[in-house]
Protein backbone atom coordinates (compact mmCIF):
# COMPACT_ATOMS: atom_id res chain seq x y z
CA UNK A 1 0.00 0.00 0.00
CA UNK A 2 0.99 3.43 -0.26
CA UNK A 3 2.14 5.60 2.40
CA UNK A 4 -1.56 6.93 2.71
CA UNK A 5 -2.42 3.17 3.29
CA UNK A 6 -4.83 3.63 0.48
CA UNK A 7 -4.80 4.03 -3.62
CA UNK A 8 -6.68 6.45 -6.14
CA UNK A 9 -7.61 3.91 -8.54
CA UNK A 10 -6.94 -0.12 -8.94
CA UNK A 11 -7.04 -1.84 -12.23
CA UNK A 12 -8.03 -5.45 -12.02
CA UNK A 13 -5.70 -7.55 -14.88
CA UNK A 14 -2.59 -6.46 -16.19
CA UNK A 15 -3.01 -7.64 -20.00
CA UNK A 16 -3.58 -5.42 -23.11
CA UNK A 17 -6.03 -3.43 -21.89
CA UNK A 18 -4.69 -2.89 -18.15
CA UNK A 19 -1.14 -2.30 -18.89
CA UNK A 20 -2.37 0.79 -20.87
CA UNK A 21 -5.02 1.47 -18.11
CA UNK A 22 -1.95 1.54 -15.75
CA UNK A 23 0.00 3.97 -17.47
CA UNK A 24 -2.36 6.42 -18.16
CA UNK A 25 -4.28 6.55 -14.65
CA UNK A 26 -0.58 7.29 -13.63
CA UNK A 27 0.45 9.44 -16.22
CA UNK A 28 -2.56 12.00 -14.77
CA UNK A 29 -1.20 11.56 -11.23
CA UNK A 30 -3.03 8.85 -9.90
CA UNK A 31 -1.78 6.52 -7.10
CA UNK A 32 -2.73 3.73 -9.38
CA UNK A 33 -2.26 -0.65 -7.98
CA UNK A 34 -2.22 -2.95 -11.13
CA UNK A 35 -3.13 -6.88 -9.85
CA UNK A 36 -2.47 -9.23 -12.32
CA UNK A 37 -3.18 -13.26 -11.11
CA UNK A 38 -0.55 -14.56 -13.51
CA UNK A 39 3.20 -12.85 -14.91
CA UNK A 40 3.75 -9.91 -16.74
CA UNK A 41 3.60 -10.94 -19.46
CA UNK A 42 2.01 -14.34 -19.80
CA UNK A 43 0.43 -16.62 -22.11
CA UNK A 44 -2.56 -17.53 -20.90
CA UNK A 45 -5.16 -15.17 -22.06
CA UNK A 46 -5.83 -13.08 -25.16
CA UNK A 47 -3.00 -10.52 -26.20
CA UNK A 48 0.12 -13.62 -26.25
CA UNK A 49 1.53 -14.83 -29.31
CA UNK A 50 4.31 -12.05 -30.33
CA UNK A 51 1.87 -9.58 -33.04
CA UNK A 52 -1.31 -8.35 -33.33
CA UNK A 53 -2.92 -6.49 -36.48
CA UNK A 54 -3.65 -3.27 -36.21
CA UNK A 55 -5.56 -1.31 -39.59
CA UNK A 56 -7.54 1.69 -39.99
CA UNK A 57 -9.85 0.85 -42.92
CA UNK A 58 -12.07 -0.88 -40.55
CA UNK A 59 -14.73 -3.10 -41.62
CA UNK A 60 -16.20 -3.79 -38.74
CA UNK A 61 -17.97 0.06 -38.09
CA UNK A 62 -16.74 3.36 -39.34
CA UNK A 63 -17.27 4.68 -35.65
CA UNK A 64 -13.97 2.61 -34.62
CA UNK A 65 -11.61 5.10 -36.88
CA UNK A 66 -11.59 8.25 -34.66
CA UNK A 67 -10.28 5.78 -32.14
CA UNK A 68 -7.52 3.80 -34.21
CA UNK A 69 -6.06 7.42 -35.08
CA UNK A 70 -5.67 8.06 -31.86
CA UNK A 71 -4.41 4.34 -30.72
CA UNK A 72 -1.39 4.60 -33.68
CA UNK A 73 -0.05 8.37 -32.01
CA UNK A 74 -0.58 6.31 -28.88
CA UNK A 75 1.36 3.36 -30.00
CA UNK A 76 4.24 5.79 -31.61
CA UNK A 77 4.40 7.47 -27.76
CA UNK A 78 4.84 4.35 -26.27
CA UNK A 79 7.75 3.12 -28.80
CA UNK A 80 9.54 6.59 -28.19
CA UNK A 81 9.23 6.39 -24.29
CA UNK A 82 10.38 2.71 -24.27
CA UNK A 83 13.13 3.19 -26.87
CA UNK A 84 11.76 0.27 -29.13
CA UNK A 85 9.98 -0.64 -32.31
CA UNK A 86 6.35 -1.74 -31.19
CA UNK A 87 4.54 -1.01 -34.51
CA UNK A 88 5.10 -2.59 -37.84
CA UNK A 89 3.65 -1.21 -40.73
CA UNK A 90 3.05 -3.80 -43.56
CA UNK A 91 0.32 -2.35 -45.32
CA UNK A 92 -2.79 -4.32 -45.35
CA UNK A 93 -5.25 -6.38 -47.25
CA UNK A 94 -9.19 -6.82 -46.44
CA UNK A 95 -10.30 -9.60 -49.05
CA UNK A 96 -13.22 -11.85 -49.48
CA UNK A 97 -15.73 -11.78 -52.81
CA UNK A 98 -16.67 -8.72 -54.12
CA UNK A 99 -19.64 -7.12 -51.96
CA UNK A 100 -19.02 -9.38 -48.80
CA UNK A 101 -18.93 -7.75 -45.46
CA UNK A 102 -15.17 -7.36 -44.93
CA UNK A 103 -14.86 -5.66 -48.46
CA UNK A 104 -17.99 -3.44 -48.25
CA UNK A 105 -17.04 -2.52 -44.63
CA UNK A 106 -13.69 -1.54 -45.25
CA UNK A 107 -14.24 0.41 -48.61
CA UNK A 108 -17.07 2.35 -46.53
CA UNK A 109 -14.39 3.32 -43.53
CA UNK A 110 -12.28 4.54 -46.56
CA UNK A 111 -15.00 6.66 -48.24
CA UNK A 112 -16.36 7.82 -44.86
CA UNK A 113 -12.95 8.46 -43.39
CA UNK A 114 -11.24 9.87 -46.57
CA UNK A 115 -8.86 6.90 -46.28
CA UNK A 116 -5.62 5.96 -48.92
CA UNK A 117 -6.95 2.56 -50.30
CA UNK A 118 -6.21 0.94 -53.46
CA UNK A 119 -9.03 -1.87 -54.87
CA UNK A 120 -7.29 -4.94 -56.56
CA UNK A 121 -8.38 -8.26 -58.25
CA UNK A 122 -6.86 -11.43 -56.98
CA UNK A 123 -4.89 -11.46 -60.15
CA UNK A 124 -3.54 -7.83 -59.07
CA UNK A 125 -2.75 -8.40 -55.30
CA UNK A 126 -0.34 -12.02 -56.36
CA UNK A 127 1.35 -10.20 -58.96
CA UNK A 128 2.30 -7.34 -56.20
CA UNK A 129 2.58 -9.52 -53.19
CA UNK A 130 2.88 -13.28 -54.93
CA UNK A 131 2.66 -14.76 -51.31
CA UNK A 132 -1.27 -14.24 -52.05
CA UNK A 133 -2.84 -16.74 -54.10
CA UNK A 134 -6.68 -16.06 -53.75
CA UNK A 135 -9.57 -17.56 -56.46
CA UNK A 136 -10.97 -14.78 -59.05
CA UNK A 137 -13.81 -13.31 -57.66
CA UNK A 138 -12.39 -12.52 -54.31
CA UNK A 139 -11.09 -8.76 -54.19
CA UNK A 140 -8.57 -6.98 -52.29
CA UNK A 141 -9.16 -3.32 -49.89
CA UNK A 142 -4.80 -2.28 -49.85
CA UNK A 143 -4.31 -0.20 -46.88
CA UNK A 144 -0.85 1.53 -46.75
CA UNK A 145 -1.45 1.55 -42.98
CA UNK A 146 -2.15 -1.68 -41.84
CA UNK A 147 0.52 -3.70 -39.87
CA UNK A 148 1.13 -5.21 -36.50
CA UNK A 149 1.64 -4.13 -32.95
CA UNK A 150 4.37 -6.07 -30.93
CA UNK A 151 1.62 -6.93 -28.03
CA UNK A 152 3.52 -8.65 -25.40
CA UNK A 153 6.33 -6.22 -25.83
CA UNK A 154 3.86 -3.37 -25.53
CA UNK A 155 2.51 -4.95 -22.05
CA UNK A 156 6.28 -4.80 -20.96
CA UNK A 157 6.75 -1.55 -22.42
CA UNK A 158 3.02 0.34 -20.89
CA UNK A 159 4.07 -1.62 -17.37
CA UNK A 160 7.66 -0.05 -17.36
CA UNK A 161 6.04 3.70 -18.58
CA UNK A 162 3.87 3.24 -15.59
CA UNK A 163 6.26 2.14 -13.02
CA UNK A 164 8.09 5.30 -14.24
CA UNK A 165 5.71 7.35 -13.15
CA UNK A 166 5.58 6.00 -9.68
CA UNK A 167 2.52 2.55 -10.04
CA UNK A 168 2.34 -0.36 -8.25
CA UNK A 169 2.12 -3.49 -10.15
CA UNK A 170 1.70 -7.03 -8.37
CA UNK A 171 2.06 -9.88 -10.68
CA UNK A 172 0.68 -13.65 -9.38
CA UNK A 173 -1.73 -11.58 -7.53
CA UNK A 174 -5.57 -13.13 -8.31
CA UNK A 175 -8.52 -10.64 -6.86
CA UNK A 176 -10.45 -12.74 -5.39
CA UNK A 177 -13.34 -9.91 -5.52
CA UNK A 178 -14.28 -6.28 -4.77
CA UNK A 179 -16.93 -3.93 -3.49
CA UNK A 180 -17.92 -1.01 -4.24
CA UNK A 181 -19.95 2.05 -2.13
CA UNK A 182 -20.23 5.84 -1.92
CA UNK A 183 -17.09 5.83 0.56
CA UNK A 184 -15.06 4.12 -2.50
CA UNK A 185 -13.99 1.03 -3.68
CA UNK A 186 -11.97 -2.48 -1.66
CA UNK A 187 -10.49 -5.30 -3.46
CA UNK A 188 -9.65 -8.59 -1.59
CA UNK A 189 -6.53 -11.00 -2.73
CA UNK A 190 -5.04 -13.62 -1.46
CA UNK A 191 -2.55 -11.74 -0.49
CA UNK A 192 -4.58 -8.73 1.47
CA UNK A 193 -7.31 -6.49 1.02
CA UNK A 194 -6.71 -2.79 -1.03
CA UNK A 195 -9.13 0.75 -0.77
CA UNK A 196 -8.96 3.23 -3.28
CA UNK A 197 -11.56 5.65 -4.92
CA UNK A 198 -12.13 3.75 -7.83
CA UNK A 199 -11.84 0.78 -10.15
CA UNK A 200 -10.97 -0.12 -13.58
CA UNK A 201 -11.78 -4.10 -14.82
CA UNK A 202 -9.76 -5.17 -17.74
CA UNK A 203 -9.83 -9.10 -16.90
CA UNK A 204 -9.88 -10.25 -20.34
CA UNK A 205 -11.67 -14.06 -20.65
CA UNK A 206 -11.94 -14.01 -16.95
CA UNK A 207 -14.45 -10.34 -16.98
CA UNK A 208 -17.71 -12.50 -16.62
CA UNK A 209 -15.72 -14.24 -12.88
CA UNK A 210 -15.45 -10.25 -12.13
CA UNK A 211 -18.58 -9.06 -13.16
CA UNK A 212 -21.36 -11.40 -12.94
CA UNK A 213 -23.48 -9.16 -14.92
CA UNK A 214 -21.04 -10.42 -18.12
CA UNK A 215 -20.87 -13.48 -17.46
CA UNK A 216 -23.55 -14.34 -20.77
CA UNK A 217 -22.21 -10.97 -22.66
CA UNK A 218 -18.26 -11.30 -22.26
CA UNK A 219 -18.26 -14.97 -23.30
CA UNK A 220 -14.85 -16.90 -23.28
CA UNK A 221 -13.81 -18.43 -26.89
CA UNK A 222 -10.74 -21.18 -28.04
CA UNK A 223 -8.22 -19.97 -30.50
CA UNK A 224 -5.30 -21.42 -32.15
CA UNK A 225 -2.23 -20.11 -34.19
CA UNK A 226 -0.28 -21.43 -36.52
CA UNK A 227 3.44 -20.60 -37.60
CA UNK A 228 4.04 -22.16 -41.17
CA UNK A 229 7.62 -22.14 -42.69
CA UNK A 230 7.18 -21.30 -45.99
CA UNK A 231 8.50 -22.99 -49.07
CA UNK A 232 9.23 -19.33 -50.32
CA UNK A 233 9.74 -17.50 -47.59
CA UNK A 234 10.66 -14.49 -49.78
CA UNK A 235 7.19 -14.24 -50.32
CA UNK A 236 6.44 -14.05 -46.83
CA UNK A 237 9.04 -11.53 -45.11
CA UNK A 238 8.54 -8.09 -44.09
CA UNK A 239 7.85 -5.42 -46.89
CA UNK A 240 6.74 -7.93 -49.31
CA UNK A 241 4.00 -9.70 -47.42
CA UNK A 242 0.71 -7.44 -46.00
CA UNK A 243 -1.03 -8.53 -43.17
CA UNK A 244 -4.74 -9.61 -43.84
CA UNK A 245 -8.48 -10.43 -43.08
CA UNK A 246 -10.14 -12.61 -45.69
CA UNK A 247 -13.66 -13.95 -45.55
CA UNK A 248 -13.62 -17.32 -47.34
CA UNK A 249 -16.18 -20.25 -47.83
CA UNK A 250 -14.34 -21.97 -45.39
CA UNK A 251 -14.46 -18.74 -42.91
CA UNK A 252 -12.31 -15.57 -42.01
CA UNK A 253 -8.67 -15.68 -41.46
CA UNK A 254 -5.95 -13.65 -41.13
CA UNK A 255 -2.57 -13.69 -41.24
CA UNK A 256 0.79 -12.16 -40.88
CA UNK A 257 4.33 -11.83 -42.43
CA UNK A 258 7.38 -13.71 -40.69
CA UNK A 259 8.40 -12.07 -37.92
CA UNK A 260 9.43 -13.38 -34.28
CA UNK A 261 8.70 -16.67 -35.46
CA UNK A 262 10.06 -18.40 -38.08
CA UNK A 263 7.35 -18.60 -39.95
CA UNK A 264 3.72 -17.28 -42.07
CA UNK A 265 1.34 -16.92 -39.12
CA UNK A 266 -2.16 -17.91 -39.69
CA UNK A 267 -6.00 -17.99 -37.22
CA UNK A 268 -8.94 -18.45 -38.19
CA UNK A 269 -11.82 -16.20 -36.18
CA UNK A 270 -13.57 -18.51 -34.10
CA UNK A 271 -11.80 -21.78 -35.51
CA UNK A 272 -13.49 -24.41 -34.22
CA UNK A 273 -16.29 -22.64 -32.47
CA UNK A 274 -15.41 -23.94 -28.64
CA UNK A 275 -16.82 -21.90 -26.20
CA UNK A 276 -15.12 -22.12 -23.24
CA UNK A 277 -14.67 -21.31 -19.26
CA UNK A 278 -11.57 -18.67 -19.18
CA UNK A 279 -9.84 -21.27 -16.77
CA UNK A 280 -10.47 -24.78 -18.31
CA UNK A 281 -9.66 -24.24 -21.64
CA UNK A 282 -7.71 -26.87 -23.49
CA UNK A 283 -4.41 -25.47 -23.93
CA UNK A 284 -3.40 -28.80 -26.00
CA UNK A 285 -3.24 -29.01 -29.50
CA UNK A 286 -4.90 -31.78 -31.89
CA UNK A 287 -4.92 -32.58 -35.34
CA UNK A 288 -8.36 -30.86 -36.12
CA UNK A 289 -6.65 -27.89 -34.51
CA UNK A 290 -4.18 -28.06 -37.82
CA UNK A 291 -6.23 -28.88 -40.18
CA UNK A 292 -8.60 -26.09 -39.86
CA UNK A 293 -5.29 -24.02 -40.41
CA UNK A 294 -3.63 -25.64 -43.05
CA UNK A 295 -6.95 -25.93 -45.49
CA UNK A 296 -6.56 -22.16 -45.08
CA UNK A 297 -2.77 -22.10 -46.14
CA UNK A 298 -3.17 -24.77 -49.07
CA UNK A 299 -6.10 -22.81 -50.40
CA UNK A 300 -4.91 -19.20 -50.32
CA UNK A 301 -1.26 -18.89 -49.61
CA UNK A 302 0.04 -22.79 -51.00
CA UNK A 303 3.44 -21.14 -50.77
CA UNK A 304 3.92 -20.51 -47.07
CA UNK A 305 2.64 -24.87 -46.62
CA UNK A 306 6.25 -25.47 -45.23
CA UNK A 307 6.68 -27.53 -41.58
CA UNK A 308 4.97 -26.33 -38.48
CA UNK A 309 7.40 -23.61 -36.53
CA UNK A 310 4.73 -23.20 -33.53
CA UNK A 311 1.16 -23.77 -32.60
CA UNK A 312 -0.72 -21.99 -29.56
CA UNK A 313 -4.16 -21.54 -28.39
CA UNK A 314 -5.39 -18.05 -27.14
CA UNK A 315 -8.80 -16.82 -25.71
CA UNK A 316 -11.16 -14.70 -27.60
CA UNK A 317 -14.07 -13.21 -25.67
CA UNK A 318 -17.05 -12.38 -27.38
CA UNK A 319 -20.09 -10.23 -26.98
CA UNK A 320 -23.03 -10.47 -28.75
CA UNK A 321 -22.99 -8.22 -31.65
CA UNK A 322 -18.84 -8.03 -31.42
CA UNK A 323 -18.37 -4.37 -30.54
CA UNK A 324 -16.40 -4.05 -27.57
CA UNK A 325 -17.77 -3.14 -23.64
CA UNK A 326 -16.13 0.50 -22.57
CA UNK A 327 -18.21 1.72 -19.91
CA UNK A 328 -19.04 2.22 -16.41
CA UNK A 329 -21.11 -0.59 -14.59
CA UNK A 330 -24.51 -0.24 -14.58
CA UNK A 331 -24.73 0.45 -10.97
CA UNK A 332 -21.22 1.69 -9.82
CA UNK A 333 -20.28 5.10 -11.18
CA UNK A 334 -16.48 4.60 -9.39
CA UNK A 335 -16.24 1.01 -11.31
CA UNK A 336 -15.21 1.46 -15.75
CA UNK A 337 -15.17 -1.89 -17.35
CA UNK A 338 -13.23 -2.93 -20.57
CA UNK A 339 -14.26 -6.01 -21.91
CA UNK A 340 -15.71 -8.36 -25.08
CA UNK A 341 -12.70 -7.58 -27.69
CA UNK A 342 -14.25 -10.34 -29.79
CA UNK A 343 -11.05 -11.09 -30.84
CA UNK A 344 -9.81 -7.65 -32.09
CA UNK A 345 -9.20 -5.76 -29.65
CA UNK A 346 -5.82 -5.40 -28.91
CA UNK A 347 -5.12 -2.90 -31.75
CA UNK A 348 -6.89 -0.51 -29.55
CA UNK A 349 -5.25 -1.09 -26.25
CA UNK A 350 -3.43 2.10 -26.15
CA UNK A 351 -6.08 4.32 -26.30
CA UNK A 352 -8.69 2.04 -23.91
CA UNK A 353 -6.37 2.77 -21.65
CA UNK A 354 -7.29 6.55 -22.23
CA UNK A 355 -9.91 5.85 -22.60
CA UNK A 356 -10.74 4.06 -19.22
CA UNK A 357 -8.60 6.48 -17.55
CA UNK A 358 -11.09 9.48 -18.86
CA UNK A 359 -13.94 7.12 -18.06
CA UNK A 360 -12.93 6.74 -14.27
CA UNK A 361 -11.12 9.87 -13.72
CA UNK A 362 -14.07 12.11 -15.48
CA UNK A 363 -16.63 9.68 -16.50
CA UNK A 364 -16.91 10.40 -20.18
CA UNK A 365 -14.39 10.56 -22.46
CA UNK A 366 -14.04 12.97 -25.72
CA UNK A 367 -14.90 9.77 -28.06
CA UNK A 368 -18.19 8.65 -28.91
CA UNK A 369 -18.82 5.42 -27.38
CA UNK A 370 -22.67 4.99 -28.51
CA UNK A 371 -21.49 2.00 -29.98
CA UNK A 372 -20.20 0.24 -26.71
CA UNK A 373 -22.40 1.02 -23.74
CA UNK A 374 -22.80 -2.05 -21.61
CA UNK A 375 -26.93 -1.41 -21.31
CA UNK A 376 -26.92 -1.96 -25.32
CA UNK A 377 -26.58 -5.92 -24.27
CA UNK A 378 -29.58 -5.73 -21.43
CA UNK A 379 -29.60 -7.36 -18.04
CA UNK A 380 -26.47 -10.23 -17.89
C1 LIG B 1 -5.50 -15.81 -31.39
C2 LIG B 1 -5.88 -14.38 -31.25
C3 LIG B 1 -5.59 -13.50 -32.29
C4 LIG B 1 -5.97 -12.16 -32.20
N1 LIG B 1 -5.64 -11.30 -33.21
C5 LIG B 1 -5.86 -9.97 -33.07
C6 LIG B 1 -5.36 -9.06 -34.01
O1 LIG B 1 -4.69 -9.43 -34.97
N2 LIG B 1 -5.60 -7.73 -33.80
C7 LIG B 1 -6.28 -7.28 -32.72
O2 LIG B 1 -6.46 -6.08 -32.61
N3 LIG B 1 -6.77 -8.13 -31.80
C8 LIG B 1 -6.57 -9.46 -31.94
N4 LIG B 1 -7.00 -10.35 -31.00
C9 LIG B 1 -7.79 -9.85 -29.88
C10 LIG B 1 -6.93 -9.22 -28.84
O3 LIG B 1 -5.75 -9.95 -28.67
C11 LIG B 1 -7.72 -9.10 -27.55
O4 LIG B 1 -8.88 -8.34 -27.83
C12 LIG B 1 -6.92 -8.41 -26.47
O5 LIG B 1 -5.69 -9.06 -26.29
C13 LIG B 1 -7.71 -8.39 -25.18
O6 LIG B 1 -6.93 -7.81 -24.16
P1 LIG B 1 -7.43 -7.89 -22.65
O7 LIG B 1 -6.58 -6.95 -21.90
O8 LIG B 1 -8.91 -7.73 -22.62
O9 LIG B 1 -7.13 -9.40 -22.22
P2 LIG B 1 -5.77 -10.00 -21.58
O10 LIG B 1 -4.59 -9.47 -22.29
O11 LIG B 1 -5.96 -11.47 -21.50
O12 LIG B 1 -5.73 -9.36 -20.15
C14 LIG B 1 -6.63 -9.67 -19.13
C15 LIG B 1 -5.79 -9.84 -17.90
O13 LIG B 1 -6.58 -9.88 -16.72
C16 LIG B 1 -5.98 -10.79 -15.83
N5 LIG B 1 -6.98 -11.18 -14.83
C17 LIG B 1 -8.19 -11.73 -15.07
N6 LIG B 1 -8.84 -11.97 -13.91
C18 LIG B 1 -8.02 -11.55 -12.92
C19 LIG B 1 -8.13 -11.55 -11.51
N7 LIG B 1 -9.20 -12.03 -10.87
N8 LIG B 1 -7.10 -11.04 -10.78
C20 LIG B 1 -5.99 -10.55 -11.40
N9 LIG B 1 -5.84 -10.55 -12.75
C21 LIG B 1 -6.84 -11.04 -13.50
C22 LIG B 1 -5.56 -11.92 -16.75
O14 LIG B 1 -4.63 -12.81 -16.18
C23 LIG B 1 -5.01 -11.15 -17.93
O15 LIG B 1 -3.62 -10.89 -17.81
C24 LIG B 1 -6.65 -11.70 -31.06
C25 LIG B 1 -6.92 -12.58 -30.00
C26 LIG B 1 -6.52 -13.90 -30.09
C27 LIG B 1 -6.82 -14.82 -28.96
Given at each position: MTAAGRYDTIVIGVGGMGSAAVYHLARRGQRVLGLEQFDIPHDLGSSHGTNRIIRLAYWEHPSYVPLLRRAYELWRDLEHLAGERLLIITGGVDAGPEGCPTVDGSLLSCDVHHLPHETLTAAELHRRFPGYRLPDGMVAVYQPDGGFVLSERAIVAH??????????????????????????????????????????????????????????????????????????????????????????????????????????????????????????????????????????????????????????????????????????????????????????????????????????????????????????????
Open positions: VMAAQDLGAEVHAREAVLDWEAGGAGVRVRTARGSYAAERLVITAGPWAGRLVPALSRTAVPERQVLLWAQPRRPEYFRLGAFPVFNMESPEGRFYGFPIYGVPGFKIGKYHHRLEHTAADAVDRAIHPEDEAVLREGIRRYFPEADGPTMAVKTCLFTNSPDEHFILDRHPEHGNVAIAAGFSGHGYKFASVVGEIMTALALDGRSRFDLGLFGIRRLGPG
